[in-house]
């Protein structure tokens, strides 16, 4: 099974479990709302907020000279140029390092791949000999969580863990700024 089918059957079982588990309420009367405020049918919204969640799974990019909504424009511009900005960014620790000879490249595939989340939102990475540590935005869902844990490159699992801000590397480094200001 290729690496894009399998992450088609991963979107449905999350989908599944969501429907099954989760009281949609308040979700349905929006698309509702959504559908008859802009005139389309559901299945375009439904694919419109899988392009919003996933815009990596099915190849990615705008089509050239497809029409794309000028709200959808001004929100993708200003985080490409203000990232920091729109939203909080957590660290995270990665299993693999240097000695299983990953690169910044796979690393960021595979983040793209098992979470959807934009490769221009993937902060810092930084890899050590034997982990690595990696920025990405903040409220990630438990569910995607559980996908990145799973996840490996090679024969090596990611099992990612959210890392502790160190107190007092952040008490020193405003200490350090307020003294310099």
């Known amino acids: 099974m290729s690496a894009e089918k399998r992450r088609e059957e991963k979107l449905k079982r999350r989908l599944q479990r969501i429907v ?10 929006f698309v509702a709302g959504a ?6 049918d559901a299945l375009t919204c439904a ?4 392009y919003l969640s996933h815009p990596q799974l099915f190849g990615g990019s705008v089509a050239a000279g497809a029409p794309v909504p000028a709200k959808s424009t001004a929100v993708e511009t200003s985080t490409a140029k203000l990232p920091w900005l729109d939203y909080k960014m957590v660290r995270y620790r990665l299993d693999v390092g240097l000695q299983h000879q990953v690169a910044r490249e796979q690393i960021q595939d595979i983040l793209v791949q098992e979470s959807g989340v934009d490769k221009r939102r993937i902060g810092r990475i930084d890899i050590r000999q034997h982990y690595t540590l990696v920025e990405l935005p903040d409220g990630m869902p438990t569910d995607i969580f559980q996908l990145l844990t ?6 090596h699992k990611l ?3 959210r890392v502790r801000p160190n107190k007092f590397r952040q008490a020193r480094g405003k200490s350090s ?3 310099a200001g």
């Open 159 to 161: 099992n990612i863990r």
């Open 47 to 50: 694919a419109a907020l899988i």
């Open 35 to 40: 559908m008859a405020e802009q005139g389309m």
């Open 150 to 155: 799973e996840a490996a490159i090679g024969p």
């Open 177 to 179: 700024a307020e003294s």
């Open 20 to 29: 099954k588990e989760q009281d949609l309420t308040k979700q349905r009367e």
